[in-house]
């Protein structure tokens, strides 16, 4: 960790001395720190809490620093009135203000619920103590209105937010665990937007081939494998912060350097739905891609999907929005791109994954990959349906010679360049270094209407 220092920031007078606010100075950069609570001992938002959790989101956005906070809440008392919502509310305002302008990152060390827990909500990242828990209505609440019984845990655990709603980004053992972590953190991001990311020395050499890697994708089509054994030979020293780890597991999200420069890393994950695209893969894909955006990472995308995950109740619930998201995401990044196909990269997962007509900086390929509408097999079970058997066998190693292959796709513009996949730990960093001064001029709106 950097050596720091901590100075007390007095920013709003005749406030609760149960928050506190600091400013912390390190060698790699200055941050903001806010607590609401002990780590022990959580207490109730008052208005005043609220004011002081404004105060320090404010004091960052004009410092144009990150903000963390450290939060143990039961919520606003139920006698306080209209008091406590005005601070929430207050907060609520300030923490908006800082989106996409500073990194702002929230750690629960043991509760927050009501009001507060719709904090975590707003901010870039959040970081749950493992016995901790965060939920809008309780166990009581639940009950009464369903009539279904429910703990703490089980309602809104840190498990329960890393692996099903997707609100924990991080879990961590312990709260000295996630000191360490936000440091890791703010290692990787700039100060704030209009900032780069800070080089991180390595002894990694840039040059180096990555001899056997092709031998981790399988020779079977529908071959299982693990993306992060690729991401860990390509970036350096095999380190990857994996953001969401438990969340959408079809879809890898990590900060990683190549060459000492951070990047932000997309990846489809073959182990889990078969790298499938689905509701939830796409929002954090499309969260995730957003930030990098903000915070000027370059985006290294690996592509090795199949398409979409079908299913009625995906539809229903709003495959088409969302799945929209993670194209709309792409598609206003104007932050430096990479796309390195592995394997499968068909229909509309091809377009929403980075594609070259998404507006990526380069298109890479592996011999591997194949780029088309379907694979061989769907192709012929539509062009082809009253074939026999052993005539769609010979139908589907003729589509797959004739259009499954990076060639055809080079051919055409969709891919700029195929490697070998030993070159792509140099290649991905040749290509990074005269993207890392690129500046795309924007022309001035109020903001876009993103299809949430």
């Known amino acids: 960790m ?30 903001i720190s806010v607590q609401i609570g002990s780590q022990s001992e959580p207490i109730a938002l008052s208005g005043n809490d609220g004011l002081k959790l404004a105060s320090g989101a404010k004091a960052a956005f004009d410092h144009q620093i990150p903000l963390i906070i450290h939060l143990n809440s039961t919520g606003a008392p139920p006698d306080s009135g209209v008091e406590a919502l005005y601070g929430w509310g207050s907060a ?47 166990p009581r609440m639940v009950h009464e209105f369903t009539g279904v019984p429910v703990d703490q845990d089980t309602l809104g655990g840190s498990a329960k937010h890393a692996q099903t709603s997707g609100v924990a980004s991080f879990v961590v053992p312990d709260g000295n665990s996630a000191i360490e972590l936000i440091d890791e953190i703010l290692s990787l991001l700039p100060e704030n937007s209009s900032s780069l990311p800070r080089h991180i020395p390595s002894s990694d050499p840039t040059e180096r081939d990555l001899d056997g890697i092709e031998n981790t994708i399988p020779e079977s089509a529908t071959g299982s494998y693990d993306v992060r054994d690729i991401l860990r030979e390509v970036f350096d020293d095999g380190i990857l912060t994996e953001i969401r780890k438990e969340w959408a597991t079809n879809l890898v999200t ?11 890393i997309v990846a489809n994950q073959p182990q889990s739905l078969a790298g499938t695209l689905n509701i939830a893969a796409s929002q954090k894909g499309a969260r995730f891609v957003s930030f990098c955006d903000a915070f000027n990472l370059p985006i290294i995308t690996f ?150």
């Open 2 to 31: 950097s050596s720091e220092t901590t100075t007390s920031v007095e920013l709003l007078a005749q406030l609760s001395t149960s928050s506190k606010v600091n400013l912390h100075k390190r060698e790699s950069g200055d941050y």
């Open 92 to 138: 609520a305002k300030e923490l908006t203000r800082c989106s996409g302008v500073i990194p702002t990152i929230i750690c629960v060390h043991q509760t927050a619920v009501a009001g507060s827990a719709l904090l975590l909500g707003l901010v870039d990242f959040v970081i749950m103590v493992q016995d901790s828990f965060t939920y809008v209505s309780g």
């Open 254 to 264: 990590a900060f990683a350097t190549i060459g000492g420069h951070p990047v932000g």
């Open 303 to 452: 592509v090795d999907t199949p398409g979409f995950q079908p299913g009625k109740d995906l539809e229903w619930r709003g495959m088409i929005r969302h799945g929209a998201q993670l194209a709309f995401a792409y598609a206003q990044a104007t932050t430096p791109r990479i796309c390195i196909t592995l394997r499968k990269s068909y229909g509309g997962a091809y377009i929403v994954m980075d594609s070259k007509y998404m507006g990526n900086d380069l298109s890479i390929s592996w011999p591997s990959a194949e780029i088309a509408v379907m694979g061989a097999k769907g192709a012929v079970e539509i062009l082809h349906r009253n074939a026999a058997p052993e005539e769609r066998s010979i139908l589907e190693a003729e589509y797959d010679d004739r259009l499954l292959n990076p060639y055809i796709a080079a051919e055409r513009g969709s891919v700029d360049i195929v490697i070998k996949p030993s070159e792509t730990r140099r290649k991905v960093f040749a290509a990074l270094q005269p993207l890392l001064t690129k500046r795309e001029k924007l022309k001035k709106r109020v903001h876009a209407n993103t299809p949430l």
